[in-house]
């Protein structure tokens, strides 16, 4: 199974902007990846996806202001984050996903995620 590190989180005030990455521990360039957070008290959801054929999906309340991308030559995945609002605010996680447009779940290990902080 791949391993993840996740990174980059931090406290932005809001209207922000933060770039996660997510470092895997060996080749991911067959796999679905997908970006999840989970908020205090709330259940982890799915925020991005980028397919192995580089497709790509959002959550809702994330389109237009965060980017995924993926680099399989450094087996690495990001999250582009701009214009952040306090509900932003979560643990951010990567892992491969499987399944299909609009019904993907988490296939993989998780990892320790990364904090990402909204507030003035």
């Known amino acids: 199974q791949v391993r993840f590190v996740e990174s980059g989180g931090g406290l932005v005030q809001p209207g922000g902007s933060l770039r996660l990455s997510c470092a895997a521990s060996r080749s991911i360039s067959i796999y679905g990846m997908g970006w999840y957070r989970q908020a205090p008290g709330k259940q982890r959801e799915l925020v991005a996806v980028?397919?192995?054929?580089?497709?790509?999906e959002y959550e809702d309340s994330v389109k237009d202001r965060f980017t995924v991308s993926r680099d399989n030559a450094k087996n690495t995945v990001s999250l582009q984050m701009n214009s952040l609002r306090p509900e932003d605010t979560a643990v951010y996680y990567c892992?491969?996903?499987?399944?299909?447009?609009?019904?993907?779940?988490?296939?993989?290990?998780w990892g320790q995620g990364t904090q990402v902080t909204v507030s003035s």
């Open positions: 892992n491969t996903v499987a399944g299909s447009s609009g019904h993907y779940h988490p296939a993989g290990y």
């Open positions: 980028i397919t192995s054929g580089f497709s790509i």
